[in-house]
């Protein structure tokens, strides 16, 4: 496990950010991003499975991007102003 400190610019809060956390995050954006493009050429053919994937990547990948941008900035004035 390695953390990183980060710095608030803006109201000078600082926090510890799991890299570990935060690549596996971004590598599960990837995927779902690679299931969705599936999904939309599926669902142009109408494939109603493709459809249906399309769809739960599109909630999974809402989760993870507001996980993403939970640790990607400040927790008190939520700026992504640091260092
Ligand atoms: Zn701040």
């Known amino acids: 496990m390695s953390e990183v400190k980060r710095t608030?610019?803006?109201?000078?809060?600082?926090?510890?950010?799991?890299t570990d956390r935060?690549?596996?995050?971004?590598?599960?954006?990837?995927?779902?991003?690679?299931?969705?493009?599936?999904?939309?050429?599926?669902?142009?053919l109408g494939n109603s499975q493709a459809t249906r994937?399309?769809?739960?990547a599109a909630n999974r990948q809402d989760i993870n991007r507001l996980e993403l941008e939970a640790v990607s900035s400040c927790p008190r004035c939520r700026s992504s102003d640091f260092q």
């Open 53 to 56: 994937n399309l769809h739960q």
């Open 8 to 18: 608030c610019n803006r109201c000078g809060t600082f926090w510890y950010v799991d």
């Open 22 to 44: 935060l690549r596996m995050l971004k590598g599960r954006m990837k995927t779902e991003q690679n299931i969705g493009v599936m999904g939309i050429i599926g669902s142009l």
